[in-house]
């Protein structure tokens, strides 16, 4: 394997993710700091839903919905979305992000997604899905916007990608590039895992400007939040002389410490089976909130098929794709609103906040049921 951004050969396998069904490894390109992901076996993943903590992970083809609102928000921001005639979106998944914006604006779409099964009601007749990897394609047009989030790290080659993509851009054209952002994994509460089967690059935003600055692009905007970096792209004419960072170390030290923590927190979760052993003990109860990932690595560690008849699971988005986790129903939150739980244990990362107070709407108007987040345990 040669590294995409700069083709040396000069890689470090770092890591070897938990659960991977390609035998995957990560390897760190030590003279420009790019970690990617080589898969041993060759196979191609079936499309088959795995609710997974493990680099298995994929398929329920939620994610990309969550990101929209905030997209539109920024776009809206930084543009006049009215003057914008073509829009090229690259990875449009279920087709959240044009139905969004052709609510805003009247231009022609073009969406490029490899999923022929993802079957999306487009409400806007300018609407052409070409169902192909981007890679597989040709298309000449100019694109006044160019949408491509949480795609990058899927493809085969992100070099490709900016080379291809520039040729698609006038000079005022906007790339509205969003990817996850490798620096998630120095929290100290690392549990799923990260290098995930799907995701072949795991950019730093020094990787990420590396890869504009060779390419002649360059950053009118950039935002980030805990998990992903946003930003806003124009084509640039610079002749001027280019200088990449190498970040390896920093990249080195990043991924040995998450594999520490992933350990640690993974024993700790083992940890909490004697409690729960406890607990069903005195007959209580269990209600696990969030049946994704999380739930996921407790079921593998903890043995939650063992209590089946006192744990119940809920999640309020899950519910719309599949029906069972790890073994589980899963349930509507509100369905379970006659239900007397004695401890409600939240098995969700993000949106803590707004699931706190929806349980104490529907469960524990009283406050008298325990309730703790899984990371405060
Ligand atoms: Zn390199």
């Not at 990875?91 to 139905?99: K, L, Q």
Request: a positive charge.
């Amino acid at each position: 394997m040669n590294c995409d951004f700069c083709c040396s050969k000069n890689l470090y396998k770092a890591y070897k993710p938990i659960g991977s069904l390609l035998d995957t490894c990560v390897f760190i390109c030590k003279t420009c700091g790019l970690s990617q992901s080589s898969k041993t076996t060759k196979k191609s993943l079936s499309k088959k839903k795995r609710i997974s903590g493990g680099a298995d992970w994929g398929n329920i083809r939620y994610g990309k919905g969550f990101r929209v609102f905030k997209t539109i928000k920024i776009l809206k921001n930084k543009m006049n979305l009215k003057k914008i005639n073509k829009c090229l979106d690259v990875g449009s998944n279920r087709g959240e992000f044009i139905n969004s914006l052709s609510k805003l604006t009247n231009c022609d779409f073009i969406g490029i997604e490899p999923d022929k099964k993802l079957k999306t009601k487009y409400n806007n007749k300018k609407v052409k899905i070409i169902y192909e990897r981007f890679e597989n394609i040709t298309i000449s047009q100019k694109f006044d916007l160019i949408h491509c989030s949480h795609t990058l790290e899927h493809l085969d080659s992100p070099s490709f990608f900016f080379k291809k993509i520039s040729k698609n851009m006038t000079n005022k054209s906007i790339l509205y590039l969003e990817v996850p952002d490798i620096k998630i994994i120095k929290s100290k509460n690392c549990l799923e895992e990260y290098f995930i089967d799907k995701h072949t690059f795991h950019f730093s935003d020094n990787d990420i400007k590396n890869y504009l600055i060779r390419y002649n692009f360059k950053i009118i905007n950039k935002t980030s939040d805990k998990e992903n970096a946003i930003y806003l792209i124009k084509k640039t004419n610079s002749k001027k002389k280019q200088y990449f960072n190498n970040r390896y170390n920093e990249h080195k030290l990043l991924i040995e410490n998450y594999d520490k923590n992933i350990s640690l927190n993974i024993k700790r979760i083992k940890m909490f089976k004697k409690k729960l052993d406890n607990m069903i003990s005195k007959k209580q109860v269990i209600l696990f909130w969030g049946a994704g990932r999380i739930f996921n690595i407790f079921q593998n560690h903890v043995d939650l098929k063992k209590y089946k008849s006192k744990i119940y699971v809920c999640d309020e988005y899950l519910t719309n794709y599949v029906k069972f986790s790890s073994g589980f129903k899963i349930h509507k939150p509100l369905s379970l609103k006659s239900v007397k739980f004695d401890k409600i244990f939240i098995t969700a990362r993000s949106f803590e906040t707004d699931i706190r107070k929806k349980i104490k709407i529907i469960f524990n108007k009283d406050n008298r049921i325990k309730i703790s987040s899984i990371f405060s345990n």
